[in-house]
C-alpha cells in the first residue's frame, strides 16, 4: 500500500500513520520527523532547515526532494509506504508524482484528515505544553495554518481531480478516526480492483 496522508498540522496524519503502519505492513514516512533527526544530529541539512522550520514556514522544494528520493530507495519502502507531511504543495505533488513514476510505485490512495481550525489550535496548544516544539507556539500554529490553506490545500484539489482523494472526519476517539482511514483505504482497495 502506497499511501499519501493529507491534513493541517495538528490533524493527527503522524499519530494515525503510527497506528496503520503495522496493519499495511509499510513504513511510516514522515518529512517532518526527519527533518527533526537532522536538525538534532545537525546536519547541513538540518543546519539549513532549523530556522525555516521554526517559523513555521516550508523548507525548499530541492531539499525535501532529494531526502524523500534516498528515503524510498531504502529497502523497507519497496513494499510500500505511508507519506506524511508530503507533498505540502503541488510543485512537491508533481515531484512525487515524476519520482513514483519513475520508480513504477505509483500512489494507491490519498486520505485527508478533516479537522476545524480551533480544534487543531487546541491540539497544537497541548502539544506545545507537552513537547515544547517551537513550531507549536500559538503565533507559529497560526502561520502554519495560513502555509496550510495557501499552499497544501490546493493539494487536496490536485489529487480530487485525479479521483484520488478521500476525505475522513478526523474529529473523535483516535480508534473511530483508525477505523474511519481504514474503511475509506478499504473502499479504494476494492474500487482499484474491480
Ligand atoms: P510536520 O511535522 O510535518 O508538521 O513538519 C514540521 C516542519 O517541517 C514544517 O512546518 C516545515 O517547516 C517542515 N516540513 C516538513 N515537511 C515538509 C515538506 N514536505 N516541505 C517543506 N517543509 C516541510
Known amino acids: 500500500m502506497r499511501l499519501v496522508l493529507l491534513g493541517a498540522p495538528g490533524s493527527g496524519k503522524g499519530t494515525q500513520a503510527a497506528r496503520l503502519k503495522?496493519?499495511?505492513g509499510v513504513p511510516h514516512i514522515s518529512t517532518g520527523d526527519m527533518l527533526r533527526a537532522a536538525v538534532k544530529a545537525g546536519t547541513p541539512l538540518g543546519v539549513q532547515a532549523k530556522a525555516v522550520m521554526d517559523a513555521g514556514q516550508l523548507v525548499s522544494d530541492d531539499l525535501l526532494l532529494g531526502m524523500l528520493e534516498e528515503r524510498l530507495a531504502q529497502p523497507d519502502a519497496k513494499a510500500g509506504f505511508i507519506l506524511d507531511g508530503y507533498p505540502r504543495n503541488l510543485a512537491q505533488a508533481d515531484a512525487l508524482d515524476h519520482?513514483?513514476?519513475?520508480?513504477?510505485?505509483?500512489?494507491?490512495?490519498?486520505?485527508k484528515l478533516d479537522v476545524p481550525n480551533?480544534?487543531?489550535?487546541?491540539r497544537c496548544e497541548i502539544r506545545f505544553a507537552a513537547e515544547h516544539r517551537k513550531d507549536d507556539d500559538p503565533a507559529v500554529v497560526r502561520d502554519r495554518l495560513k502555509v496550510y490553506?495557501?499552499?497544501?490545500?490546493p493539494v487536496a484539489d490536485f489529487y480530487?481531480?485525479?479521483?484520488?482523494?478521500?476525505?475522513?472526519?478526523?474529529v473523535g476517539e483516535l480508534d473511530d478516526i483508525t477505523a474511519r482511514v481504514k474503511r475509506a483505504l478499504?473502499?479504494?482497495t476494492a474500487?482499484?480492483?474491480?
Do not use: F, M, Y
Not at 149 to 153: G, R, S, Y
Not at 160 to 170: E, I, N, P, S
Not at 191 to 194: D, E, M, R, S, Y
Open 22 to 24: 503495522a496493519d499495511l
Open 99 to 111: 519520482l513514483l513514476t519513475k520508480i513504477g510505485q505509483p500512489l494507491d490512495a490519498v486520505v
Open 118 to 122: 480551533e480544534v487543531i489550535i487546541g
Open 149 to 153: 490553506a495557501e499552499q497544501t490545500a
Open 160 to 170: 480530487a481531480r485525479r479521483g484520488k482523494l478521500q476525505v475522513v472526519d478526523g
Open 186 to 188: 478499504s473502499t479504494e
Open 191 to 194: 474500487a482499484a480492483n474491480g
